[in-house]
DNA sequence: GTGAAAGCGCTAACAC
DNA sequence: GTGTTAGCGCTTTCAC
């Protein structure tokens, strides 16, 4: 069978609670000899704490989840980005003792039960629109929110500073020259992700120059969509000259269609992407983007949700994380008139 | 507090164990109008398993484990195709009741402690080197091993027939008229999925032509290390005429790095890649590719792992999943000698 | 600094 | 069909 605790103790000739002791660490309790003397017996016998009693009587698990909504396709969304933030998150958890539960998430109603069936020390909620952050009832676990705007003060914000990536995009643009952009945004955003970038670029827009003229589109937040979009760019908006697209997905599919179309980036049209995803580097010309700061998100990311687990603290402020803009080539100064 | 069996036992007039029975949908063992009884209360009550009790009672948890190798910079090694196994398997497990726990493996050592403290139900290991697949002693808990081709009877093999795809790719290559061809690999691999691929390659090549001639060079598997590549290669390969890499990544810089060097693909050199990643049809022109059957890969994983647990069925055998050639414009003839 | 008692919520095994 | 008994391996609480 498995080594426990009270075989540990047995041999040692200690009780159960001093061996539970030394392996948690909680070392003001026991003196350096017996630690040693535990400690090496427990190495000796290979031990390995059984999780699911340690959380049964702690009623905490040390797991987190990182919860994902499925797609039509019920299949977990997990975009590049996505991706990256879970297993930077993943890391940092599991150099503090933690473990991540990946879980789908079909229906709201779900989360509650997931969280509450395992004793869940607390969850990351990936890319939910806001309004199901709104809606979540939930106290005594810490709830991250990853790229939310929402104010449900149940849930703590971490997301990149939207706003002042919108705005640096448009003061690119504008910078440039441009009067006559297209925004491209996906469709049925319930996400203030994009109403921030939005807002940010506007902004710019008209600090730069009243006169600017800006048209939106809506495109969903893949290559193909992109793509099609760059097809008829030219037809639907003969007068346009630059894109400002709210993903790198998106804006490369647009890149592409562009071509195809016959059209040159940036000599007719400057394109300018967000996420600095891998891919915008991949194309040619680069794609000029607005690049967010991941490791600085998913740190922050583990670290609120350990600081709210391990030192319970208070409500805390969201946080807002810093953007630049990455130049690659694929924004220039508009075509003659 | 949180509702348990006992709640609902004490209001619906039965034992723990009946409520418990009927949770666990043995109804074998219940009269119908009791499992009715007991469903509604509990459905009122809004009872919620606890999973961590299920688990230390039963000694199984209902987890299944995703173990992934982490890389130098300690943090997981997720490429696109490693990350869409994952979210495809997760969605399978979710829906017959199971959970993913994500680990990275620093030490392979971790793996056996992994699964044991959390009494893991079963294992999926994420593309781990062969040697580290062949050293594992784990009995009792299945394990799948995906992409290996390790002969160790612990675990079960899911992959995909990646002689085929050499194969295939050799055939278009020769059959396009290609008498020169660099093969790309990465270094240091110890998988054999780079060694399958390597055999049906140069069996496809032999099999063309006896006079074909081949020369392997070692580059890592991103764009980057990729770019490198396609910058020096007609300065070191003036008399290659087609590249077959075997993976999209690489394939995709080896294209990039062609046309900065001012070549052209496929006009001076044809390039096939391996994976049928979304990023294969981002360039221009498309590459051709071999394409793994993703879905079906995810779903023998599944099946098989669920199959071992639930019927505990004896040792199975490895699995190896169709290929195919996706054209995409990347390859053609050689250019005029 | 160490230990004894009690119990976390559930299920296996067997009795009725 | 349903109930009883026992215990999974650990931590909490409190006594010494």
């Not at 929110?145 to 002042?164: E, F, K, M, Q």
């Not at 600090?207 to 979009?229: K, M």
């Amino acid at each position: 069978m498995t080594v426990k605790l009270s075989d540990i103790a047995q041999e040692a000739g200690v009780s159960v609670m001093t061996v539970s002791n030394v392996m948690n660490g909680k070392s003001a309790r026991v003196s350096k000899a017996t630690i040693e003397r535990v400690q090496s017996i427990a190495d000796r016998l290979g031990y390995v704490p059984n999780m699911p009693a340690r959380s049964l009587a702690a009623s905490r698990s040390r797991i987190i989840a990182a919860l994902v909504p499925v797609g039509e396709n019920n299949s977990l969304l997990l975009s590049p980005h996505t991706v990256a933030v879970i297993g930077g998150v993943e890391q940092h958890l599991r150099h503090r003792g933690y473990h991540v539960l990946l879980r789908g998430i079909e229906h709201e109603t779900d989360i509650p039960d997931a969280i509450r069936g395992w004793s869940l020390d607390g969850a990351i909620l990936v890319e939910f629109p806001d309004a199901v952050i709104d809606r979540i009832r939930i106290d005594q676990v810490p709830l991250v929110a990853l790229d939310s705007y929402s104010a449900n003060p149940r849930t703590i914000g971490v997301r990149t500073d939207d706003h002042r990536g919108g705005w640096l995009a448009g003061a690119r643009l504008t910078d440039a020259g441009h009067r006559h952009i297209i925004f491209a945004r996906p469709p049925y955003e319930g996400m203030g992700v994009v109403g921030q970038r939005w807002e940010g670029f506007r902004s710019a827009c008209a600090a730069a120059d009243a006169s600017v003229r800006i048209e939106t589109e809506q495109v969903h937040t893949t290559f193909e969509a992109g793509r099609e979009f760059g097809l008829r760019l030219r037809r639907d908006h003969p007068e346009a000259t630059a894109v400002f697209a709210t993903a790198d997905v998106m804006a490369v599919g647009i890149m592409a269609g562009i071509a195809e179309a016959g059209g040159r980036v940036p000599d007719d049209i400057s394109v300018i992407g967000f996420d600095n995803l891998d891919i915008s580097a991949y194309t040619s010309p680069g794609l000029t983007t607005v690049a967010q700061d991941m490791p600085a998100k998913v740190a922050e990311a583990a670290r609120i949700i350990l600081d709210e687990i391990e030192r319970d603290e208070g409500p805390r402020a969201p946080v807002s994380l810093g953007v630049a803009l990455v130049e690659r080539g694929s924004v220039a100064a508009p075509r003659p008139a």
